[in-house]
């Protein structure tokens, strides 16, 4: 009974935050053939990499604080108000780092006329991922769901004025999202009415203490993620020029889908895996989920793979429609990212951040070196970030393979190595035809899809199920 109880919360927490997001961010990614219609090669390269830095500054200027604020607030222990509080006073503390940050921006010359714009976009950024991580522990999943609704409706709105009428370019691009991040907050502090959450005579050093001691080693986790997810953007930018970094750049939107679906389910795994966490049957639990997480993982990565061309006719404009040759192996990448999230979930959990740091650095040192090496190995136009795509999937298998054997030391889950490992071997054989446009490649690939299926053939019996079955329970089983 309470084993059905946890299926049927992890799905309708889930289902929640789809219905209020996966919409919504769809309707982003259709965006993608505005940006490329509107923006050249040189201004989506540009703007991609400004997101990117901002990306990168936000942890050092929130703390890490986010997660801390998501794991303290479940902890049945801790005061709410004075972790909500908490999470403003590190935004604050980290502040403090502008001043110098800013006469190192206007020494560089790439970045120099958009400072004040970083600024702008990473303290809205801090704000509101603390609002979010917040009411996201205090299981308010409509209201997470809806706020992120509003935040998407609000970037769509501000990319269309600014990009068309006002033609802002570079500045309407980043401008859009720093705004619905304000916004999004102002929503979620008066609906949820957080004020209530802010009380600074409650704070105590001790806990301050105990949640930087969890959010610092995330940092360079962050970093060393930043490091290998975007940092090639960089190497492409200096290496081949910003025309190809832009195609690159549009590539990774594609395969980035899979993350934002994959972020939705993650949104509501990560509070059911910290809320089980001291139950009896906690392992089982885990283990099911891992089994329907790659399952389904792997059946969409393929999908995307075999149908990568298509894709990229309709989300991209005319002069970026060769960014297509880089989705098969991004998409792989992406799937290997997915499945260290899932198994780093168990370090948050265990309150191991450590282990999330020692991963995430190894696998950016990786990626950092093959760039160096491959990068320049592509010498053609239309392969000339090939190199960067390569050193981004190997980068995070080695991340998998290193968060797999350790969260299985820890939690001693069931990894089902070997339908990974099949999985891994179809789809990989799936991007390499793609890429490589081999005869017959629609029928090869139809081929691949088909055995992809096969492999996962119980896991998606099992799936339905699982999930299914346990939400036509009555509620009197339930109880």
Not at 207 to 226: F, G, H, R
Not at 265 to 273: D, E, G, I, L, T
Not at 360 to 388: C, D
Request: glycine share 6%; aromatic share 12%.
């Amino acid at each position: 009974m309470a084993q059905e109880k946890k299926y049927k919360t992890l799905l309708s927490n889930t289902a929640t935050v789809a219905i209020g997001t996966l919409g919504s961010k769809l309707l982003v990614y259709l965006l993608v053939r505005l940006y490329t219609s509107v923006l050249s090669g040189e201004e989506y390269s540009i703007a991609s990499n400004i997101t990117e830095l901002a990306t990168l500054l936000i942890p050092f200027i929130s703390l890490g604080i986010g997660e801390a604020v998501f794991r303290f607030t479940m902890d049945k222990t801790k005061d709410s108000r004075e972790i909500f509080t908490l999470g403003f006073v590190a935004i604050g503390l980290g502040a403090l780092l502008l001043p110098p940050l800013a006469a190192l921006l206007l020494s560089i010359d790439y970045f120099k006329n958009y400072v004040w714009l970083l600024y702008l976009y990473v303290i809205a950024s801090a704000i509101h991922t603390n609002c979010s991580q917040f009411i996201r522990a205090k299981a308010m999943f409509r209201l997470y769901a809806a706020q992120g609704l509003f935040n998407t409706l609000l970037t769509i709105t501000f990319n269309i004025l600014f990009l068309i009428p006002l033609q802002m370019g570079v500045v309407g691009y980043v401008l859009s999202v720093a705004l619905a991040d304000l916004l999004s907050s102002a929503l979620i502090i008066i609906a949820a009415r957080l004020h209530r959450y802010v009380s600074f005579r409650s704070i105590r050093k001790s806990t301050l203490k105990a949640m930087l001691l969890y959010s610092l080693p995330l940092i360079p986790t962050t970093v060393s993620w930043w490091i290998t997810n975007v940092s090639d953007r960089y190497m492409i930018t200096y290496m081949k020029g910003d025309a190809i970094n832009g195609l690159y750049a549009a590539a990774y939107k594609i395969p980035s889908l899979l993350m934002v679906l994959i972020g939705i389910f993650n949104s509501a795994w990560k509070y059911s895996a910290v809320e089980e966490k001291d139950q009896a049957d906690a392992t089982a639990f885990f283990s099911q989920v891992y089994r329907s997480f790659v399952t389904v993982l792997f059946c969409i990565a393929g999908g995307i793979i075999a149908f990568s061309r298509l894709l990229s006719l309709l989300m991209f404009g005319k002069d970026f429609r060769e960014a297509w040759v880089y989705i098969p192996i991004l998409t792989l990448a992406m799937t290997f990212s997915a499945l260290s999230s899932f198994t780093g979930t168990v370090f948050i959990v265990e309150k191991k951040s450590s282990y999330s740091l020692y991963t995430s650095l190894g696998a950016a040192a990786i990626n950092i070196l093959l760039n160096l090496l491959l990068i320049p190995l592509f010498t053609t136009e239309r392969f000339g970030a090939m190199g960067a795509a390569i050193a981004t999937l190997a980068a995070y298998i080695v991340m998998f393979v290193l968060r797999l054997w350790l969260s299985v030391r820890l939690t001693h889950y069931r990894p089902y190595l070997t339908v990974t490992l099949l999985n891994t071997v179809t789809v990989g054989a799936m991007a390499l035809v793609a890429t490589a446009e081999l005869s017959y490649t629609a029928v090869i690939e139809a081929g691949l899809l088909v055995i992809l299926l096969a492999i996962n053939y119980r896991g998606i019996l099992s799936t339905l199920r699982t999930f299914l079955a346990r939400n036509k329970r009555s509620p009197k089983t339930e109880e």
